[in-house]
């Protein structure tokens, strides 16, 4: 049988395999399933008195929860917030993928951004024009990727041996993990060494249970912890040690 005009034996092959009816995941605000714009989302506002921020995206003060605080406290520049908030969220964007903004005028304006105006603004990119504006604003001075380097038993001098291979083949950061708790020191320092060895200052990490990695980060046998993230709720940080405090101080 021939295929359906516009499509080919190929496409309509994968079509039928089951993880092709698995990746499509319709949006359901009712339970959060819904990247941007969604109905429940606040308007973007922010509020400064005195040099402090005072209200964020609808919540005053004396609503804050724990990441609101920080927020207002680290991550809102009162000096910027009000010119960065008036600031239409289409010019914005298209500031965001302009050729004739530099790099600095962008981080001055979104360093006085509520999270709800970034997500109104972001909403409006296109996949295309996402990539655009990521390319623009990333940090590294040299483009790079990151490797995964591990092995089924947690082999240190053939862990070594491939970190070495990584960044030797162009790599700069490597990621390695556990199937064993304990043995996570060990793989974490054999990663470092191997990584120093073609080219000294590639990034290492250990991804594990959030304590044990921040222990190896601070303790030096990693470069960087993969726990410097905000899940964007509170929840997140009742149930264990971290706080955005303390992922602050980390970074």
């Known amino acids: 049988m021939e295929p359906a005009k516009g499509t080919s034996r190929r496409s309509e092959f994968y079509e039928t395999r089951t993880i092709s009816r698995d990746v499509v995941v319709p949006e359901y605000p009712e339970l959060g399933l819904i990247a941007f714009d969604s109905p429940n989302d606040p308007e973007p506002s922010v509020r400064v008195e005195g040099g402090r921020v005072v209200e964020i995206d609808g919540r005053s003060e004396a609503e804050f929860d724990l990441i609101d605080a920080f927020l207002a406290a680290h991550g809102i520049n009162p000096a910027v917030a009000e010119e960065a908030m008036a600031l239409a969220d289409l010019a914005f964007a298209?500031?965001?993928?302009?050729?004739?903004?530099p790099r600095t005028e962008i981080l001055r304006l979104v360093e006085g951004m509520t999270p709800a105006k970034v997500a109104r603004i972001l909403s409006l990119l296109s996949p295309l024009?996402?990539?655009?504006?990521?390319?623009?604003?990333?940090?590294?001075?040299?483009?790079?990727?990151?490797?995964?380097?591990?092995?089924?038993?947690?082999?240190p001098l053939l862990i070594a041996a491939d970190a070495a291979s990584a960044v030797a083949l162009g790599f700069r950061e490597l990621e390695t993990t556990v199937p064993v708790l304990r043995d996570a020191p060990l793989v974490a320092l054999a990663l470092?060494?191997?990584?120093?060895?073609?080219?000294?200052?590639a990034l290492t990490q250990c991804s594990i249970e959030e304590k044990t990695e921040l222990e190896l980060g601070m303790r030096g046998l990693t470069t960087y912890a993969e726990t410097v993230s905000v899940y964007g709720t509170e929840q997140v940080f009742l149930d264990g040690d971290d706080t955005p405090w303390s992922k602050a101080l980390l970074a």
Do not use: F, Y
């Not at 298209?94 to 903004?101: A, E, F």
């Not at 470092?192 to 200052?201: D, T």
């Open 129 to 155: 024009e996402l990539m655009q504006a990521m390319a623009k604003m990333r940090a590294r001075r040299t483009p790079s990727i990151q490797a995964h380097v591990t092995n089924r038993i947690d082999h």
């Open 94 to 101: 298209q500031m965001l993928c302009g050729h004739d903004v």
């Open 192 to 201: 470092l060494i191997g990584s120093q060895v073609p080219a000294p200052g």
